[in-house]
């Protein structure tokens, strides 16, 4: 990266950091700024910022920042309170996902023609994933009730993880289909990547989260540290997989999950530090699809991409969303809420750049130009939807006499995702302390 587009790239921060209160109160969502700043100056705009999507710097960024998010996200699960009281998301993750991704497929097969079955499969699995920071203004009001933000915020959180090894096993179908290697080659090494993935990511996060516990409670450990070392055992546990054949992201997941549930001590002070990186992981990210992908996606963009994108956004989603809520007891206008508020974002983004790199998978430019066209159509479409669906539905939901009966308003036991702001939980702490 030469010396004009890291000043570019910082210069887009600090200017963006100087109005972002001013820009959360409005209808402009952060991914929807970066993405804007990235085309500015990306090549078609001031030409700040060059280069190609399979560009080193671009693939590290971007596996960087999906390895941080799903370590800290599995690492906020309480397993045991998300089976008891948090069925919502449990319905989204275990019934509507699944459904999604069938859906996904049949949508992918009749706009793409020559799609083989894994190939569809695979653009399904990539866009299946939501990302809750494209509709903040959705999960952190208030207005809306705790248990549809927590839906959401839990979803978002651990369908990317769900969807790795699917996304895996399907690439590795993808691939057989254009590669002279015998087919069960590639699915010896999809259940390869598969099964030392999630042994290597137990393990890192046993033994590293046992080891931060004794430096901590021995006072080994300045306090400082123990944010930057819970999270380089996400970087450990992913390196240490890929280098005996695992997959890397699994086990970052996997080690998240057992951090949390032996050092939720120690997590509980790598959530904030965890958020405030990955905030900026993540508005790289976007920042880097409108400077160097956007173009790519406008050039080669036709109408059964379109298509495939605008299905991903409505049908393919919010049926699937519907049926898996079936039987909940949730009012016809949460159902449609909570469908239409699926934003595809970093995991689809990093999934798709895994795709466009391998030059064993036939067919990659056009699921790599799907995926960020659907990509590009939700950052804009869920951002500029958030806040008026956001008061429109908390507006007709909201707790009286006549509704506090309702599912909506059920009371639970919060998890620590982001479906608050900073303001609310500052308040919280200072509640509690007094």
Not at 226 to 255: H, Q, R, S
Request: charge should be neutral; aromatic fraction near 8%; proline fraction near 5%.
């Amino acid at each position: 990266m030469d010396t004009v587009a890291l000043t570019a790239i910082t210069l887009a921060i600090v200017s963006y950091s100087l109005v972002s209160a001013r820009a959360q109160r409005s209808f402009i969502t952060p991914p929807m700024a970066f993405v804007a700043i990235g085309i500015a100056i990306g090549s078609q705009g001031l030409g700040w910022v060059r280069g190609e999507p399979e560009s080193i710097a671009v693939h590290v960024l971007a596996e960087l920042t999906l390895v941080v998010v799903l370590f800290t996200d599995a690492s906020r699960i309480n397993l045991r309170l998300l089976w008891r009281e948090h069925n919502l998301p449990v319905r989204l993750l275990l019934i509507g996902l699944p459904l999604t991704i069938a859906a996904g497929t049949v949508a992918a097969m009749g706009c793409f023609p020559e799609f083989s079955i894994w190939h569809a499969a695979l653009l399904a699995a990539i866009v299946a994933p939501t990302d809750a920071s494209l509709a903040h203004p959705v999960v952190g009001n208030r207005i809306v009730p705790v248990r549809i933000r927590q839906t959401l915020s839990v979803e978002s959180g651990l369908n990317d993880g769900i969807c790795v090894p699917l996304v895996l096993l399907f690439l590795c179908g993808a691939r057989s289909t254009g590669h002279d290697a015998d087919p069960a080659y590639w699915f010896q090494f999809a259940a390869m990547q598969i099964t030392l993935g999630p042994l290597t990511g137990v393990g890192v996060g046993y033994v590293g989260a046992r080891l931060l516990k004794m430096a901590t409670s021995r006072e080994w450990t300045a306090s400082s540290f123990v944010d930057l070392a819970a999270l380089a055992l996400a970087g450990v546990a992913f390196g240490v997989a890929e280098l005996i054949g695992g997959n890397g992201f699994i086990a970052a997941f996997c080690g998240g999950l057992v951090m949390g549930h032996i050092a939720p001590g120690v997590c509980q002070r790598v959530h904030e530090f965890g958020e405030a990186e990955g905030q900026l992981l993540t508005l790289l990210v976007f920042l880097a699809v409108g400077a160097l992908m956007a173009t790519q996606v406008i050039d080669a963009i036709a109408l059964p991409t379109v298509a495939f994108a605008v299905l991903s956004l409505t049908v393919t989603r919010m049926i699937p969303v519907a049926i898996s809520l079936l039987g909940s007891g949730l009012q016809p206008k949460s159902v449609l809420f909570v469908g239409w508020f699926g934003p595809r974002g970093t995991a689809s983004v990093v999934f798709a750049l895994l795709v466009i790199q391998d030059s064993r998978v036939p067919l990659r430019h056009e699921i790599f130009i799907a995926v960020m066209t659907t990509v590009l159509l939700s950052v804009f479409a869920h951002g500029l939807t958030a806040v008026p669906f956001a008061r429109w539905y908390g507006g007709r939901i909201k707790p009286t006499e006549m509704t506090t009966h309702l599912p909506e308003h059920k009371q639970i036991k919060e998890l620590p995702f982001c479906c608050r702001t900073s303001a609310e939980s500052a308040a919280d702490q200072k509640a509690s302390s007094t």
